[in-house]
């Protein structure tokens, strides 16, 4: 766990996570830090856990219905959002694969899971009216929250219909949490996967992302107006 400090420009270290993952999903809620999910070596881990920077501590939590990894996450504030990813069965190892529609929420209030995926009633995780992603992906970086709606932007497939010819995503799916709807938004102008996209001044800048799938990069900056 490595914490920057932009007012003294340093770095520090805090307390380690439970468990050791990369390519995990994140948010902040309540000023708390979320983690879950990730892979671990080749195989997928569905652990989760919540970081309390004030006492500097870790807390693990009830684990993901579906280990996830290279999942798109976000927060509107009040739950934890994962949106796809590769996983068992579809990109379990880290390799290209076609990855998952799913949606996962984590609610921190009652301690549980939905998904998109279970049935009503099943265990800890509950909710299967949840509508899943529109087109199953992995490697779409982070969701944006902004007015109420979700932004999840790009991704990669190995055999996935609608990517380019370099099994890369266009596209940019619109989720409204209240309505539990989808919606298209204006593609992005360069395919990519891997993207970290910032909201500022209701604006979503997306730097960076590789425009083939798997191993590759680009030096890309594309503005979206929320607005």
């Given amino acids: 766990m490595q914490v920057y400090d932009p007012a003294t420009n340093r770095w520090s270290l805090g307390a380690d996570m439970p468990f050791a993952a990369g390519s995990s999903s994140s948010a902040v809620i309540s000023g708390r830090v979320y983690v879950a999910g990730g892979i671990i070596g080749s195989t997928s881990t569905s652990r989760a856990a919540r ?32 949106f796809g990813g590769r996983g068992p069965g579809s990109g379990d190892s880290n390799t290209v694969a076609n990855g998952f529609d799913t949606v996962q929420i984590y609610d921190p209030v009652r301690n549980v899971w939905l998904t998109s ?11 299967s009216t949840l509508r899943p992603l529109p087109q199953a992906r992995g490697g779409t970086g982070k969701a944006l929250f902004y007015r109420g709606n979700f932004f999840v932007f790009g ?8 990517a380019t010819l370099q099994h890369v ?10 309505a539990n709807t989808w919606r298209l938004a204006a593609p992005m102008p360069t395919a990519r996967h891997g993207v970290f996209p910032l909201l500022y001044a209701g604006r979503a800048y997306l730097p960076g992302g590789g425009i083939r799938s798997g191993n590759s990069s680009s030096a890309v900056l594309e503005v979206l107006n929320l607005q």
Avoid: C, K, Q
């Avoid at 995926?117 to 800890?124: I, M, Q, R, T, V």
């Avoid at 991704?155 to 609608?162: K, V």
């Fill in 51 to 82: 970081y309390d920077p004030v006492n500097n501590a870790w807390t693990e939590l009830p684990p993901m219905p579906a280990a996830r990894n290279h999942a798109a996450s976000g927060t509107d504030g009040r739950r934890f959002y994962i």
């Fill in 117 to 127: 995926d279970a049935p009503a009633g099943s265990g800890s995780a509950t909710g």
């Fill in 155 to 162: 991704g990669e497939t190995l055999t996935g219909a609608g």
């Fill in 169 to 178: 995503y266009d596209r940019v799916d619109v989720y409204n949490p209240l």
